[in-house]
């Protein structure tokens, strides 16, 4: 591959055996493993509601889960990885400013963006870590809303991977 256009097709020039994603104390996940939860990971977005091009939010700790998490979502959504240090009125910001059709946080991890996001009516996925899979690897699970399931459509190089919000300053 000479020029790769896709996060996808980035990713593919890892060979299946080699560490793609490594954390103190876990196990390796390598490229075949990483490119594989890519794709089980989008399924569980699309059954979610979230389809190419879709903001999804997400409200992650600094981490391999957030690295992995950020790969999946900006492969197949538009991924917007929000501070989690945000209080709640710059949450009601962002949200709306996004126009956000899904949340992603940490199950567990209390933040104000989980009220924010149920008083918008985004719909709210929480993420579990699986470190026994591998660095970086969790489930989704659906916790509120109720949308329709999107159609699967390839990512294509004009799609928008991230989106973010920044104060403006260098």
Known sequence: MTHAETILELLSAGADDSVAISAPGRLPLTY??????????LSALRAMGAGRNDPVAMVLANGPEMAVAFFAVATGCTAAPLN?????????????????????????????????????GVALAELT?????????????RRTGSLAPAAWEPPSADDIALVLHTSGTT
């Not at 075949?32 to 990971?41: D, H, I």
């Not at 870590?129 to 699970?141: D, N, S």
């Open 32 to 41: 075949g493993r990483l490119r594989a939860f890519l794709g089980e990971t």
């Open 84 to 120: 989690a240090s945000y209080r709640a009125d710059e949450f009601d910001f962002y949200l709306k400013d996004l126009n956000a059709k899904l949340l992603i946080v940490e199950a567990g991890k209390p933040t104000p963006a989980i009220d924010v996001a149920q008083r918008l």
């Open 129 to 141: 870590p699986t470190p026994e899979r591998g660095a970086g690897t969790f489930t989704l699970a």
